[in-house]
T-cell receptor, first 114, second 115 residues
Framework: AQSVTQLGSHVSVSEGALVLLRCNYS??????LFWYVQYPNQGLQLLLK??????LVKGINGFEAEFKKSETSFHLTKPSAHMSDAAEYFCAVSESDSSYKLIFGSGTRLLVRP | ETGVTQTPRHLVMGMTNKKSLKCEQH?????MYWYKQSAKKPLELMFVYSLEERVENNSVPSRFSPECPNSSHLFLHLHTLQPEDSALYLCASSQVGPRGGETQYFGPGTRLLVL
C-alpha cells in the first residue's frame, strides 16, 4: 500500500536561510509525486510534481525537489526563505496505475523568522 | 484562484440540521473530489466522481451524501452530523487520463463547525 511520511510537523528557519522539507514514500509501482502548499484559510496549491524524466523538478516560488528512487525520497528545498513562504506544505503520492487517487502526508508547517 | 469555487466558506450547524456544501469547477475537468481536512490528521479522501459516476467512497458515514449532477458541479449533503465532523471540507478537480499523474486543483474549502 502507498504511504507518505513527512518528517517534522513544524520546521522553523530564519529569513534567507535554506528551506528543507522532508518527504519519504512507499509505493509498489513507479510513483508520481507532488508537493502542495496551503496558506491560511485557503485550499491547496500545486508547487511542483514529478511524473517521469528529470529527477530534479523545479516549481513555483523558487522551490525545487529531487526524486531519489534509491532513498524513496522527494525532499523539497528552497535556497533562501522568504517571509511569504510561511505556510503548510504537503507531500503526496499517486501510483501510476491509479490516475486519480492521491495519498497525502500529514503536512509540515514552515515558520520563517525575521 | 477562481478555477474551483466552494460555497459557503463557513458553516455552523447543529446536529439535527440539514445543509449542503457546493463546489463548482470552471476548468473543464472530468473528475471531482471531496476531501476532509481535520486538525492533526492527513487529508482524507471521501468521494471521487469521474465522468459523473462515483468511483470512490472511502467508508464515509451515510450522514454524508454526495451528488454530482454534471461534470462542473459537486455537492455534499449533510444531515445529523456529529461534533467530530467539524473540519475543513475541500473540493478538488482534475482531468483524469490514461497515463496518470494529473494535478488536482483545490477550492478554498468550507470550514464546518458542528455544535
Amino acid at each position: 500500500a502507498q504511504s507518505v511520511t513527512q518528517l517534522g510537523s513544524h520546521v522553523s528557519v530564519s529569513e534567507g536561510a535554506l528551506v528543507l522539507l522532508r518527504c519519504n514514500y512507499s509505493s509498489s509501482v513507479p510513483p508520481y509525486l507532488f508537493w502542495y502548499v496551503q496558506y491560511p484559510n485557503q485550499g491547496l496549491q500545486l508547487l511542483l510534481k514529478y511524473t517521469t524524466g528529470a529527477t530534479l523538478v523545479k516549481g513555483i516560488n523558487g522551490f525545487e525537489a529531487e526524486f531519489k528512487k534509491s532513498e524513496t525520497s522527494f525532499h523539497l528545498t528552497k535556497p533562501s526563505a522568504h517571509m511569504s513562504d510561511a505556510a503548510e506544505y504537503f507531500c503526496a503520492v499517486s501510483e501510476s496505475d491509479s490516475s486519480y487517487k492521491l495519498i497525502f502526508g500529514s503536512g509540515t508547517r514552515l515558520l520563517v523568522r525575521p | 484562484e477562481t478555477g474551483v469555487t466552494q460555497t459557503p466558506r463557513h458553516l455552523v450547524m447543529g446536529m439535527t440540521n440539514k445543509k449542503s456544501l457546493k463546489c463548482e469547477q470552471h476548468l473543464g475537468h472530468n473528475a471531482m473530489y471531496w476531501y476532509k481536512q481535520s486538525a492533526k490528521k492527513p487529508l482524507e479522501l471521501m468521494f471521487v466522481y469521474s465522468l459523473e459516476e462515483r468511483v470512490e467512497n472511502n467508508s464515509v458515514p451515510s450522514r454524508f451524501s454526495p451528488e454530482c449532477p454534471n461534470s462542473s458541479h459537486l455537492f455534499l449533503h449533510l444531515h445529523t452530523l456529529q461534533p467530530e465532523d467539524s473540519a475543513l471540507y475541500l473540493c478538488a478537480s482534475s482531468q483524469v487520463g490514461p497515463r496518470g499523474g494529473e494535478t488536482q486543483y483545490f477550492g478554498p474549502g468550507t470550514r464546518l463547525l458542528v455544535l
